[in-house]
């Protein structure tokens, strides 16, 4: 079946350094990809997302490209804030009219002043 | 702008209550779904519905049921609830046959059992 693997954490990282959370996936034919954000005390927020080989999703500074050759989705930016202290979650959904997105277990990111 | 509304932040109960959580969307979303998150565990789906009065058993339906009559609105209900009970839910919905899209989720409901 689907499915997501993501870096645990917790990661830390000083404010400014160069982020990357790993993400791979298992899954049949061509699934569209997600990363969501969880603000402390929050609901999920969808970030970005790609929903084709190749597809670069990108916001608030955050970018991941769908890489089929690697079943890869790893998410990257430039330079971290103190307020991208977050949970992260890399997701999947298959093309089905009745499929839902699997979620992989979320990494906690802490950006330190 | 489009919004997934839960109704309490926080709440705490007792053993063996009953408990609703209530879930709204204002987007005419066909797709609802309930999730708990615990740490170390990741979002677990408790049930889910398609349309209204349909329901369908996620990965942990044990210890809960869920009722959707009109299309907006899903209810999540802890029939006696227990201290392992005690977590962060979340509510999700998304349009029918658009789930790359993605879900929209609501703030939480963060339950705990005494």
């Known amino acids: 079946g689907n499915s997501v693997t993501q870096m645990e954490g917790p990661v830390t990282l000083s404010e400014e350094a160069f982020l990357t959370i790993n993400c791979t996936y298992t899954a049949t034919g061509y699934p569209s990809l997600f990363w969501y954000v969880q603000y402390p005390g929050e609901g999920l927020q969808l970030l970005l997302k790609a929903t084709k080989a190749d597809d670069k999703g990108s916001n608030k500074g955050f970018e991941a490209t769908y890489r089929k050759e690697t079943t890869s989705f790893h998410l990257e930016k430039g330079s971290v804030q103190v307020s991208d202290s977050a949970v992260y979650f890399c997701?999947?959904?298959?093309?089905?009219?009745?499929?839902?997105?699997?979620f992989g277990k979320g990494t906690r990111l802490h950006i330190l002043p | 702008d489009v919004k997934v509304t839960q109704s309490s932040r926080y709440l705490v109960k007792r053993t063996g209550e009953k408990v609703f959580l209530e879930c709204v969307q204002d987007m005419d979303h066909e797709n609802m779904f309930w999730y708990r998150q615990d740490p170390g565990l990741g979002l677990r789906l408790i049930y889910f519905s398609y349309d209204v009065k349909m329901k369908e058993k996620g990965d942990i339906p044990e210890g809960y049921s869920v009722s959707r009559e009109k299309k907006e609105r899903f209810s999540l209900i802890l029939e006696s609830a227990s201290t392992n009970q005690t977590s962060m839910y979340l509510c999700?919905?998304?349009?029918?046959?658009?789930?790359?899209?993605?879900?929209?989720f609501g703030s939480g409901t963060r339950l705990t059992v005494v």
């Open positions: 997701a999947l959904s298959g093309r089905n009219r009745d499929d839902k997105i699997i």
């Open positions: 999700a919905s998304s349009l029918r046959g658009r789930v790359f899209g993605g879900y929209t």
